[in-house]
């Protein structure tokens, strides 16, 4: 399995909250991507990182924010959590920018 | 942007059937297309991809088609087997230039196989 690792794996906070989710890679990839994943929606991209400090917005960006200062980190901020946040987030890496990609085991992130 | 229809939602087989799962896209110029495989609790894995410029792709009981000029593809599962029900995910892509490998993913398909 690639080294991919999410934390934190489960994640219960309150609407207004802020909420940092944190993607960890051992294998020193230059593509790194946040997806979330809600019912009948498949998987949707939020954010991708193409090297440290580049990032650029996905299909659905509004009310997320990314970080990536180092190339083993990628970070997804939600600055004030709604409960339409509340989902699966999915971190994957990808060595190349057409090749596979592969993904950690994801957060489960509940907003009450 | 890229929009990817998936069919059926669920599919329910007996084991040793065949299943298959269609997808169309909507962006002519989208030149690769993976197939993710889900399991419970767990991050997609890829199971096959196809590029544009092959019509056709196998790997053991696994096939992938393509059909470019309707923008469609599927995925042929053969002679199914109880660890193969998982959910089943396809997605498309523009690679090279600056693209950067974003992909856009179909709804899934929930694929039970009966022993």
């Known amino acids: 399995d690639a080294g991919i690792t999410q934390s934190p794996r489960h994640k219960v906070t309150e609407t207004g909250t802020p909420v940092t989710l944190r993607c960890h890679q051992t294998?020193?990839?230059?593509?790194m991507y946040w997806y979330r994943q809600d019912p009948g929606h498949g998987l949707r991209l939020i954010h991708y990182?193409?090297?440290?400090?580049?990032?650029d917005k996905g299909e659905v960006s509004d009310g997320y924010s990314v970080s990536r200062s180092k190339t083993e980190d990628f970070l997804l901020t939600l600055e004030s959590a709604t409960s339409s946040q509340t989902s699966v987030y999915f971190c994957?890496?990808?060595?190349?920018?057409?090749?596979?990609?592969?993904f950690g085991p994801g957060t489960r992130l509940t907003v009450l | 942007g890229e929009n990817v229809e998936q069919h059926p939602s669920t599919l329910s087989v007996q084991e040793g059937d065949s299943a298959v799962i269609k997808c169309t896209y909507s962006?002519?110029?989208?030149?690769?297309f993976p197939w993710y495989k889900q399991e419970l609790g767990k991050g997609p894995q890829l199971i096959i991809d196809?590029?544009?410029?092959?019509g056709e792709k196998k790997d053991q009981r696994i096939a992938v088609t393509l059909n470019k000029t309707a923008k469609h593809f599927s995925l042929h599962i053969t002679e199914t087997q109880p660890e193969d029900s998982a959910v089943y995910f396809c997605a498309a892509s523009l690679t090279g230039g600056t693209s950067c490998g974003k992909l856009t993913f179909g709804q899934g398909t929930i694929l039970t196989v009966h022993p």
């Open positions: 962006d002519s110029a989208s030149n690769y």
């Open positions: 994957a890496i990808s060595e190349y920018a057409d090749n596979e990609q592969f």
């Open positions: 294998e020193n990839h230059r593509y």
């Open positions: 990182s193409y090297g440290v400090k580049d990032t």
């Open positions: 196809i590029r544009s410029n092959v």
